[in-house]
């Protein structure tokens, strides 16, 4: 089992920035990808952000040039730096781990409890 705790949403208003921050723990493999998917009102879920232990990043074109995902392996730790926030950013961010070996995906994914952001004047 793998527990989130998760940090930094809030209300801010367009142009503005957030960071967020999950630390995972519990039964964590060496090697794993962890990052942000994002559920707006009425929408499926969506990825935002995801980074490997080796620092290979992936990053929705929505956010591209705006959002930066950042990690601390030794603390099981993952970062979201959200700058020009817009009101489409509006949504509820839930933090995602899952276990990897080489390029391949292993078990099931954790997520968290989620964040809500909220972009509005």
């Known amino acids: 089992q793998v527990q989130f705790v998760e940090s930094g949403g809030g209300l801010v208003q367009p142009g503005g920035s957030l960071t967020l921050s999950c630390a995972a723990s519990?039964?964590?493999?060496?090697?794993?990808?962890m990052g942000w998917y994002r559920q707006a009102p009425g929408k499926q879920r969506e990825m935002c952000a995801t980074?490997?232990?080796?620092?290979?990043?992936d990053l929705a074109d929505s956010v591209k040039g705006r959002f930066a995902i950042s990690r601390d392996n030794a603390k099981n730790t993952v970062y979201l730096q959200m700058i020009s926030l817009k009101p489409e950013d509006t949504g509820v961010y839930y933090c995602?781990?899952?276990?990897?070996?080489?390029?391949?995906?292993?078990?099931?994914?954790?997520w968290g409890q989620g964040t809500q952001v909220t972009v509005s004047s």
């Open positions: 980074i490997t232990t080796g620092g290979n990043t």
């Open positions: 995602y781990y899952r276990r990897r070996s080489g390029s391949l995906y292993i078990g099931n994914a954790y």
């Open positions: 519990g039964s964590i493999s060496s090697s794993y990808v």
